[in-house]
């Protein structure tokens, strides 16, 4: 009776190593096929896809690890990493140039190859947004939010508060509900050398004929209603601002002007200010020294 089952633990044995031997083959020196490890699982390499070999992982350093395409393992693979827990996903992909996709929350964080944030946050109080290129977009009601510490942005209570207060229209406040605040611009300074003619690029600057020999000439641009130019004269030299030839300079001191017909002045520290209207004339909103008209 004893050797029978002996002979039978035998038979066990050999027919249990039989299968796993068919089941993960030797290849390389890890193992291919599936595997599944409980606990702690120790290995050298391990090494992946049975005709290939080109999946390695590996030690590269204490508590790092490596992937490759190679059995060096130096790292320049790829590593997937998925994990989903209370339906907020989190998966990451990374590559060895840097143009992986990063996934976080029920909407989705992508960082791809060009650098598009597509949407963070899902829930109140958390970030949400889309950032393509160049534009970012914040959901009606989100704040950006401020505190007095040059720091750590969480040492004080927010103070500053930049919000969407109606279409086209920003809120900025001490607090979340009030747009009592301030925004604070500097205006750039373009000194011009040459006749010129301005564009979008140039409004609410401050131009000036610093460095000009002769006379000045800035053409002021058609149809643009919002456009804000201010023109200094300080070298002493004449400056000329010329509209558009069916467009119009209305000054409550010069009403003989015409459309096309350009101003003047030759005074010392002489400024104008001028907004375009959505008719496409241009207002003088401020103005010292002496300005003239083309045919008073």
Not at 136 to 149: A, D, N, P, Q, T
Not at 182 to 188: E, I, S
Not at 194 to 223: E, F, R
Request: charged share 15%; hydrophobic share 40%.
């Amino acid at each position: 009776m004893r050797d029978a089952l002996k002979g039978a633990a035998v038979g066990v044995f050999l027919l249990t190593a039989y299968v796993v031997a068919a089941d993960y083959p030797p290849q390389g020196g890890g193992a291919s096929g599936d595997f599944t490890a409980g606990g702690d699982s120790t290995f050298d390499s391990l090494t992946l896809d049975e005709a290939n070999a080109d999946v390695v992982l590996a030690r590269s350093a204490a508590g790092t690890l490596a992937v490759s395409n190679g059995p060096e393992a130096d790292g320049d693979g790829t590593l997937v990493v998925a994990e989903i827990q209370n339906d907020q996903g989190v998966v990451m992909v990374q590559g060895g140039t840097n143009n992986g996709n990063v996934s976080l929350g029920v909407n989705d964080t992508n960082i791809g190859a060009v650098g598009n944030l597509v949407a963070f946050g899902a829930g109140v109080g958390e970030a949400w947004g889309v950032l393509n290129g160049s534009r970012l977009r914040i959901k009606s009601g989100m704040e950006h939010v401020w505190s007095s510490s040059a720091t750590d942005p969480l040492a004080n209570a927010g103070d500053t508060f930049l919000s969407r207060a109606s279409a086209g229209a920003l809120r900025v406040g001490a607090t979340t509900a009030t747009g009592d605040g301030q925004l604070l611009c500097r205006l750039a300074s373009q000194d011009h050398t040459a006749a010129d003619t301005l564009d979008g690029n140039d409004s609410h600057k401050i131009h000036t004929n610093v460095g000009d020999a002769d006379l000045l000439v800035l053409t002021l641009p058609a149809g643009s209603a919002g456009y804000v130019f201010t023109v200094a004269r300080i070298a002493t030299q004449e400056v000329r601002i010329d509209p558009n030839a069916a467009d119009k300079i209305l000054d409550i001191d010069m009403t003989g002007l015409a459309d096309g017909e350009y101003i003047t002045t030759s005074v010392d520290n002489s400024t104008i200010t001028l907004v375009g209207t959505s008719t496409g004339d241009w207002i003088v909103t401020s103005k010292t020294g002496t300005w003239a008209e083309e045919t008073p």
